[in-house]
C-alpha cells in the first residue's frame, strides 16, 4: 500500500496540468542560458576582438605622432620636471611593447591558440593589475569597488596559474569558464540553487490542496495520516530530486558537446579568511570537491521546504498562498540584505537558515567575503539546516495532531 501510494503521488505530480506547463517554461529557459545567455555572456575576461584592433589602432597612431615629431625616448612631466628632471616616462617604448603584446594575444585569439593566448594574457595581468584594481566600469555600483576589484584579480590570476600548471589542453571553453563542469560552477555560485529551490517549492505547494477534490476517496484510505503527510513529503522529494538531477545532466551536456566537459581536477579560488585581502587569504579546493560539497547541501534544502510547505499546506489549504510564504522565506535575505549586515535582530547573521539557502557561495568563502566575516562556515551552514529541519518536523508532527484527516478535507 506504501509503494502504491508513493508511486500514484508521483505521477500525479509528474502528470499535473500544473506541472507540465513550468517543466516546459524551464527547460525552454535552460537552453537559452546553454545556447545563448552563458556562451556569448561578456565578462571582464572575455576577448573583445573590435576594441582590442582599435586599441591597436591607437597605439599606430601615437607612435607616428611620436615618430614624426622625433620625440622616442623619454617624456617628462612639466610639473615634476624642476623636482625630478632626471625621471622620465617612456612612452614610445610602452606602447611598442603594448602593441606588440595585444597583436600577439589578437593572432592567437584568430589562430585558437588558446594556450599562447592564456599565457601572454596571465604574463599582462601580473605586470598590470590596473587592469583590474583601476577600472572604473568593474563594479561600480557596488559598495566596496575596489575591494571587489582586487578578489576579482587574485581569483582570475589562480584561475589562469592553475590552467598553466595542469597538463589540459587550453581550449576557449577551458579559458572562459564555459566547459560542462565550469559552467555548473558558476551556475551554483550565482544563485542557481535559488532557482532549482524555487522549482521544488513549486512542485510541493499543492500536494495536499489538490487532494480535497477528492475528500470522499482518500479519507478512506487505510494508511494513518502522519504517514500519508510523509509519503506525500517522499513523492514530492524525490520528483523533485529527479528534476534538479535531469536539469542538471541536460545542462552539462549541453554545455558538454559545444565546448567540452572540463576536469575534475581544476582548482576553485575559495577564501578561508579576511586578515590581510591580500592572495595569503587564498587557498583552493578542486572542482570535484567543490560540487561535491554543494550538491551535497541540495537534497537538505530540498527536504526542508517539501516539509516546510506541508505545514503551510495544513495551515491555509492554499496552494497559491503556500507558494506565495514559501517563496518570500526563500528569498527573504534579499529583504535585508546588505554589505554590512552582520546581525538579524541582534543575532549573528550566521546562525539564520536563509543565510545557507545560496549554498553555492558558502563552499567558496563568497559570503564571507561579502559580509567580511568568518563566522559562514560549511560545518555552521550544514548544522544550521538540520536542526531548522528538525524544528519543522516537530511543528509537522504537532499540526498534523490538530489538523488531522477529518479536519483537514472538511474545511471549507
Given at each position: 500500500?506504501?509503494?502504491?501510494?508513493?508511486?500514484?503521488?508521483?505521477?500525479?505530480?509528474?502528470?499535473?496540468?500544473?506541472?507540465?506547463?513550468?517543466?516546459?517554461?524551464?527547460?525552454?529557459?535552460?537552453?537559452?542560458?546553454?545556447?545563448?545567455?552563458?556562451?556569448?555572456?561578456?565578462?571582464?575576461?572575455?576577448?573583445?576582438k573590435k576594441k582590442t584592433h582599435e586599441y591597436?589602432?591607437?597605439?599606430?597612431?601615437?607612435?607616428?605622432?611620436?615618430?614624426?615629431?622625433?620625440?622616442?625616448?623619454?617624456?617628462?612631466?612639466?610639473?615634476?620636471?624642476?623636482?625630478?628632471?632626471?625621471?622620465?616616462?617612456?612612452?614610445?617604448?610602452?606602447?611598442?611593447?603594448?602593441?606588440?603584446?595585444?597583436?600577439?594575444?589578437?593572432?592567437?585569439?584568430?589562430?585558437?591558440?588558446?594556450?599562447?593566448?592564456?599565457?601572454?594574457?596571465?604574463?599582462?595581468?601580473?605586470?598590470?593589475?590596473?587592469?583590474?584594481?583601476?577600472?572604473?566600469?568593474?563594479?561600480?555600483?557596488?559598495?566596496?569597488?575596489?575591494?571587489?576589484?582586487?578578489?576579482?584579480?587574485?581569483?582570475?590570476m589562480m584561475k589562469y596559474d592553475d590552467y598553466?600548471?595542469?597538463?589540459?589542453?587550453?581550449?576557449?571553453?577551458?579559458?572562459?569558464?564555459k566547459t560542462g563542469l565550469q559552467t555548473l560552477?558558476?551556475?551554483?555560485?550565482?544563485?542557481?540553487?535559488?532557482?532549482?529551490?524555487?522549482?521544488?517549492?513549486?512542485?510541493?505547494?499543492?500536494?495536499?490542496?489538490?487532494?480535497?477534490?477528492?475528500?470522499?476517496?482518500?479519507?478512506?484510505?487505510?494508511?494513518?495520516?502522519?504517514?500519508?503527510?510523509?509519503?506525500?513529503?517522499?513523492?514530492?522529494?524525490?520528483?523533485?530530486?529527479?528534476?534538479?538531477?535531469?536539469?542538471?545532466?541536460?545542462?552539462?551536456?549541453?554545455?558538454?558537446?559545444?565546448?567540452?566537459?572540463?576536469?575534475?581536477?581544476?582548482?576553485?579560488?575559495?577564501?578561508?579568511?579576511?586578515?590581510?585581502?591580500?592572495?595569503?587569504?587564498?587557498?583552493?579546493?578542486?572542482?570535484?570537491?567543490?560540487?561535491?560539497?554543494?550538491?551535497?547541501?541540495?537534497?537538505?534544502?530540498?527536504?526542508?521546504?517539501?516539509?516546510?510547505?506541508?505545514?503551510?499546506?495544513?495551515?491555509?489549504?492554499?496552494?497559491?498562498?503556500?507558494?506565495?510564504?514559501?517563496?518570500?522565506?526563500?528569498?527573504?535575505?534579499?529583504?535585508?540584505?546588505?554589505?554590512?549586515?552582520?546581525?538579524?535582530?541582534?543575532?549573528?547573521?550566521?546562525?539564520?537558515?536563509?543565510?545557507?539557502?545560496?549554498?553555492?557561495?558558502?563552499?567558496?568563502?563568497?559570503?564571507?567575503?561579502?559580509?567580511?566575516?568568518?563566522?559562514?562556515?560549511?560545518?555552521?551552514?550544514?548544522?544550521?539546516?538540520?536542526?531548522?529541519?528538525?524544528?519543522?518536523?516537530?511543528?509537522?508532527?504537532?499540526?498534523?495532531?490538530?489538523?488531522?484527516?477529518?479536519?483537514?478535507?472538511?474545511?471549507?
Open positions: 500500500m506504501n509503494r502504491n501510494y508513493l508511486v500514484h503521488e508521483f505521477l500525479i505530480t509528474a502528470r499535473s496540468r500544473r506541472t507540465i506547463p513550468f517543466v516546459f517554461f524551464i527547460t525552454v529557459l535552460l537552453f537559452c542560458y546553454c545556447l545563448i545567455l552563458w556562451p556569448y555572456a561578456n565578462t571582464k575576461e572575455a576577448f573583445d591597436l589602432t591607437y597605439l599606430e597612431n601615437q607612435q607616428d605622432l611620436w615618430e614624426s615629431i622625433g620625440n622616442t625616448g623619454l617624456v617628462f612631466n612639466r610639473k615634476s620636471i624642476d623636482v625630478y628632471f632626471q625621471v622620465g616616462n617612456p612612452v614610445y617604448a610602452k606602447n611598442a611593447y603594448n602593441y606588440n603584446l595585444f597583436l600577439a594575444m589578437s593572432q592567437s585569439f584568430e589562430d585558437r591558440n588558446f594556450e599562447r593566448m592564456l599565457q601572454l594574457r596571465t604574463f599582462y595581468l601580473q605586470n598590470n593589475p590596473n587592469e583590474y584594481l583601476e577600472d572604473r566600469f568593474l563594479f561600480q555600483k557596488a559598495p566596496f569597488p575596489s575591494k571587489d576589484r582586487k578578489h576579482a584579480y587574485y581569483q582570475t598553466l600548471n595542469k597538463d589540459h589542453p587550453i581550449t576557449f571553453g577551458l579559458m572562459y569558464e560552477k558558476n551556475f551554483l555560485q550565482n544563485y542557481g540553487i535559488y532557482i532549482l529551490l524555487f522549482c521544488v517549492i513549486y512542485f510541493s505547494s499543492d500536494i495536499l490542496s489538490r487532494d480535497r477534490k477528492h475528500q470522499a476517496v482518500l479519507q478512506g484510505l487505510p494508511i494513518s495520516w502522519y504517514r500519508q503527510l510523509n509519503l506525500k513529503s517522499l513523492s514530492a522529494f524525490l520528483y523533485s530530486m529527479a528534476f534538479i538531477l535531469s536539469i542538471i545532466v541536460v545542462g552539462v551536456f549541453i554545455m558538454t558537446i559545444q565546448f567540452g566537459f572540463g576536469y575534475f581536477d581544476l582548482n576553485v579560488p575559495i577564501m578561508i579568511k579576511q586578515d590581510t585581502f591580500t592572495p595569503e587569504d587564498y587557498s583552493v579546493i578542486s572542482m570535484a570537491a567543490y560540487l561535491g560539497k554543494t550538491l551535497l547541501a541540495l537534497p537538505l534544502l530540498v527536504i526542508l521546504f517539501v516539509r516546510l510547505n506541508i505545514v503551510l499546506s495544513l495551515l491555509f489549504k492554499n496552494e497559491w498562498i503556500v507558494l506565495f510564504i514559501s517563496s518570500l522565506i526563500l528569498f527573504s535575505e534579499r529583504l535585508y540584505f546588505t554589505r554590512s549586515t552582520r546581525e538579524l535582530f541582534g543575532k549573528d547573521i550566521s546562525l539564520f537558515p536563509q543565510t545557507y539557502f545560496d549554498f553555492g557561495k558558502i563552499v567558496d568563502g563568497e559570503k564571507n567575503f561579502l559580509l567580511n566575516t568568518e563566522a559562514i562556515t560549511y560545518s555552521n551552514g550544514i548544522t544550521v539546516l538540520l536542526i531548522t529541519y528538525l524544528v519543522i518536523e516537530v511543528i509537522l508532527f504537532i499540526v498534523s495532531l490538530i489538523i488531522n484527516k477529518r479536519r483537514f478535507y472538511l474545511a471549507s
